[in-house]
């Protein structure tokens, strides 16, 4: 297989069939299969946040409230006002909610608060909204009125609209003071009143105060300082506002709440184009990093692609404005809509595929018509949902490979390579293996070649084209900051977090696709003694890295004698610090694999790269579901002077794999040769 492991093993013994995929980006479509079971460009509207829309907001001269302003001496605000960031402030009467807020959205608030007081941890995901707000001081005003009124919430303000979510800082300290001192607290803090202080109750506990010295700094350590003073015999913590210079503008809470994160959600359609060079681009064109984008999984180049995303720091309105942009680049998004949190990597139940193969031929002179030949070989390999009591169905699945992709479209230098010399701690050689140039004049060539012949970091970025986003962060970061060590770090750190991690799993995955040819080679096709499986309640699930170690069971002699497990529930494990590995031959292979590329005593862990891999458990075999096909003939209509045009078939297929599974790997399988 191109980019993968060479000599890998099938699984049954049907005959295939030649054909090719990709002749156009239109034969290899992938949809992304989210966590719900639903294709992601499946018709309707993304699921959002519940909204109740509040009545119009009521003027200023309709609050009963007593707002003081900055000319009020300090001498006489009261006891009880509250500040807002703008310099005024509101006394505690202008906090009555069933005033700011229609009667209904207070009645859903109350509801909301009493849910999340119920929640035994934080609800990321768990919001509601009070409606558009377009005047900032309105803004602002419920901003604080909710925050007095609920201390343990918090509010976002996304375009004009404000929604509420559970304040995770408020349970943190919750759980080091009790709820009560907490409500007052955060009281404290928003209110900003000049001069004030606020002190917990006496603590005798020296390691508990330093829990609460810690969580102020770490949380509000730009706003306030803590100090502890010994009153009585007893100690306490007293907490106050830093002093700020009086020229500095404060901004309004209305700004500070803008200023908050924001994640708007879409499915992102491209075509002929890396995910992360898309990302790239996208993030230029709105101005944000590509590290501010977030996906479950990253789908094929060349291909027709289908998957959900989420940007940080960029509201709906502001992304639909650039669609035609995007465009250009032959990118669409669809879905737009808000959302609570960015996507995680393996957040999906897996991805849907409709692919052409072309020109369809058995291998060899064969007495099975081709018809005969399909059919056999993707019955073998497909899943079976119901077996009938009469007749046992035999199907094979197959080899749960990482395909080409994982390592990158590279020939010369692919990532795995990349990946072993960051594990080795080798930056620079990893550098300039990524920056290795390969056969051709084009432009990005022409800058590595540049880059490889004269150091010039500088020289070599202004070659390099504008689409190529992770090589001129790199080269960037090595212009400003040198190409010794500290440079070479400062230039992976250029890139997100993902496309660093990106090159330790290339290696990992190298490594697994070699570990699951030793262990069918050397081990046999049943489960034997030391091979790994997963507990029970863990075998429904499809992200790999949710696995923890203490849910994997390691096969016992009495197993192995008695059948008890079969080969679809053995998993081998991705290299990383909190794996397992087997107890039997596969297991000292790992640890002599490792040893031969220099990484017996590796951790797994890069600390100036802020990257660590703690590994997983991947199934040793893998099956389409819902898989469905159809054999047609094409008359070539080319005048070819011959009596009889020549026919050309074509075989539709479609089907679903779990999560991590590639169909490259599934079809060579099915066609027993590399499609």
């Known amino acids: 297989m191109e980019g993968g492991t060479p000599s890998l093993a099938c699984r049954s013994a049907h005959q295939g069939f030649h054909g090719s995929i990709k002749n156009s980006t239109q034969d290899f479509v992938v949809t992304e299969i989210d966590v719900h079971g639903q294709l992601v460009n499946s ?26 302003t900055e000319e009020t001496p300090s001498d006489e605000v009261p006891s009880n006002a509250v500040s807002l ?15 700011i807020l229609s009667s209904s959205v207070k009645k859903t608030l109350e509801q909301f608060a009493s849910v999340v007081q119920g929640c035994t941890e934080v609800q990321k995901n768990l919001e509601i909204s009070l409606g558009a707000f377009p ?52 009281r404290f803090k928003d209110a900003k009143v000049p001069g004030s202080t606020f002190t917990f109750v006496p603590d005798d506990i020296k390691e508990h105060r330093t829990s609460v010295h810690h969580f102020v700094s770490r949380k509000f350590g730009k706003l306030m300082e803590t100090k502890s003073f010994a009153t009585r015999g007893r100690t306490a913590i007293t907490v106050r506002l830093r ?23 879409f499915t992102l359609r491209k075509e002929n184009l890396e995910t992360l060079e898309a990302i790239s681009y996208m993030a230029a064109m709105l101005g ?49 809509h808000p959302v609570s949190e960015p996507l995680r990597l393996g957040r999906l139940a897996g991805n849907h595929f409709d692919l052409v193969i072309r020109d369809v031929k058995p291998h060899k002179c064969s007495s099975i018509d081709l018809e005969s030949l399909v059919e056999e070989a993707v019955e073998n390999v497909k899943c079976v949902n119901t077996l009938s009591s009469m007749t046992i169905l035999q199907t094979w699945g197959f080899v749960n490979y990482y395909g080409p992709q994982r390592f990158g479209s590279s020939q010369k230098v692919q990532a795995d390579q ?40 500088k020289e070599s970025l202004a070659l390099m084209p504008p689409h190529k986003a992770r090589e001129r962060l790199m080269l960037r970061a090595l212009h400003r900051y040198g190409s010794g060590p500290d440079g070479c770090t400062h230039a992976w750190l250029s890139l997100p977090h993902s496309m660093r991690v990106f090159y330790l799993h290339a290696y990992c995955s190298r490594l697994w696709n070699e570990a699951a040819c030793f262990r069918l080679r050397t081990l046999g096709p049943r489960p034997v003694q030391g091979d790994l499986v997963l ?28 059948g008890v497990f079969s080969l ?35 951790r797994f862990r890069i600390p100036s790269l802020k990257l660590n891999v703690p590994g997983c458990y991947r199934p040793l075999l893998s099956y389409p579901r819902n898989v469905s096909y159809n054999l047609h003939v094409d008359e070539d209509t080319q005048d070819t002077g011959l009596s009889a045009p020549p026919c050309r078939t074509t075989l539709a297929l479609a089907f679903n794999l779990n999560a991590s599974c590639y169909a490259t790997v599934c079809l060579r399988e099915i066609m027993k040769c590399d499609p």
């Open 135 to 186: 005047d900032k001081q309105q803004r602002a005003i419920v901003h604080s009125a909710l925050k007095y009124n609920y201390p343990f919430l918090m509010t976002v303000t996304d375009h004009d609209e404000i929604l509420v979510r559970e304040d995770p800082d408020f349970r943190e300290l919750s759980h080091l003071v009790s709820v009560e001192e907490a409500e007052d607290f955060f």
């Open 568 to 602: 679809d529930q053995v998993v081998l494990p991705m290299p990383g610090n909190s794996v397992k590995y087997p107890e039997n031959a596969l297991g000292s292979w790992y640890q002599e694999r490792l040893g031969q590329d220099g990484l017996g005593s590796c």
């Open 288 to 336: 944000v990093l590509p590290s501010d984008f977030s996906y479950a999984g990253i789908k094929d180049k060349r291909a027709v692609t289908y998957q959900s995303m989420v940007v940080k720091k960029v509201s709906p309105e502001r992304l639909l404005e650039k669609t035609c942009v995007f465009e250009r680049k032959g990118l669409q998004l669809s879905k737009i």
């Open 85 to 99: 960031d703008g310099g005024e402030v509101l006394s505690q009467e202008c906090f009555d909610l069933s005033v």
């Open 43 to 68: 018709p309707g509207a993304p699921e959002e946040p519940v909204t109740f829309k509040s009545n119009e907001f009521p003027q200023k001269d309709n609050i009963r409230v007593n707002l003081l």
């Open 418 to 457: 990349v990946g072993l010399e960051l594990l080795k701690d080798d930056m620079n050689t990893a550098l300039r293996l990524f920056l290795s140039p390969e056969e051709g004049d084009d432009l990005e060539n022409k800058a590595k070649q540049h880059f490889h012949q004269t150091g010039n970091a």
């Open 243 to 265: 002093e700020r210079g009086r020229q500095a503008r404060k901004r309004t809470a209305a700004e500070r709440a803008d200023e908050q994160d924001l994640y708007t959600g």
């Open 535 to 562: 507990a029970a309640a863990c075998r429904d699930s499809q992200a790999e890295e949710e696995t923890p170690a203490s849910q994997v069971h390691v096969v016992t002699t009495a197993e192995e004698h008695d």
